[in-house]
């Protein structure tokens, strides 16, 4: 079983910056893909971001690219979400997730086996 736990998120102005963390533990995961998720009220969950925990590089929905960075610091065992450039529309639950498949390129949410609880992050315009 893996165990995640965001935290960082809060309001914010428009135009300001955030970072969300996710605190990872649980069975080995060094080839677990990491993915953040968001859900705004009335709306489906959709991809963020996603990394392979121990490299293959990054990947970004179009909405984000460019504003958000996700990083993973394997010595703490800690997924970050750098969140530039907020706007109102970024507004929305945010979920850390991980995946015991090997992909950067998965939009999907039933891909993801583990999720945290969600960390509010409301932009105010």
């Known amino acids: 079983q893996v165990q995640l736990v965001e935290s960082g998120g809060g309001l914010v102005q428009a135009g300001g910056s955030l970072r969300l963390s996710c605190a990872v533990s649980g069975r080995t995961f060094s080839t677990y893909t990491m993915g953040w998720f968001r859900q705004a009220p009335g709306k489906e969950r959709e991809f963020v971001a996603g990394s392979g925990w121990s490299g293959g590089g990054t990947n970004y929905a179009d909405s984000v690219k460019g504003r958000f960075a996700i990083s993973i610091n394997d010595a703490t065992n800690t997924v970050y979400l750098q969140m530039n450039s907020l706007k109102a529309e970024d507004t929305a639950v945010y979920y850390c997730?991980?995946?015991?498949?090997?992909?950067?390129?998965?939009?999907?949410?039933?891909?993801?086996?583990?999720w945290g609880q969600g960390t509010q992050v409301t932009v105010s315009s």
């Open positions: 997730a991980a995946s015991i498949y090997s992909s950067i390129y998965m939009y999907s949410r039933e891909r993801y086996g583990y």
